[in-house]
């Protein structure tokens, strides 16, 4: 049985050492220092935000750029974006769900208040007459 690539080993379960790659993890991988190397393909160079063997991972936090090899140093209205680094942070407030239903309650509690008021005040006037 032939292994697929970038895999070797009895029945092929074992993925190809770090630093190897392609049919029965035989090529050597020589990476430049953006790039990693896949198991599949060889070097590749990762996309902004992305690191590790296959380029799979995420930037750990404050990490950004190339094979997240930059670190943020973000001023206070600012977030670290993994891709672009610092970033202005959304200062706007932002309704939330209960906010949002606290403000409708309130509106139905003012709307029956004034619908009792408006009965009370026409019951008061015709037993007045």
């Known amino acids: 049985m032939k292994c697929p ?3 070797f080993g009895e029945n ?3 993925n190809c050492p770090d630093g190897t790659y392609g049919e029965l993890c035989s090529q050597r991988c020589d990476c430049k220092i953006n790039q990693r190397c896949n198991l599949l393909f ?3 160079e990762c996309l ?8 799979v991972a995420r930037c750990p936090d404050n990490m950004y750029g190339k094979s997240c090899s930059l670190k943020c140093q973000c001023k206070r209205n ?7 680094g610092c970033i202005e942070q959304d200062l706007e407030p932002q309704f939330t ?3 949002l239903t606290l403000l409708m309650i309130l509106a139905g509690l003012l709307i029956i208040i004034s619908i009792v008021i408006g009965v009370t005040v026409c019951v008061v006037k ?4």
């Open 12 to 14: 092929c379960t074992e």
């Open 48 to 55: 902004n935000g992305t690191n590790s063997t296959n380029c």
């Open 78 to 84: 600012q977030k670290c974006d993994r891709i672009f």
């Open 42 to 44: 060889g070097c590749l």
């Open 126 to 129: 015709r037993n007045n007459l």
């Open 97 to 99: 769900f209960t906010t």
């Open 5 to 7: 690539i970038g895999t």
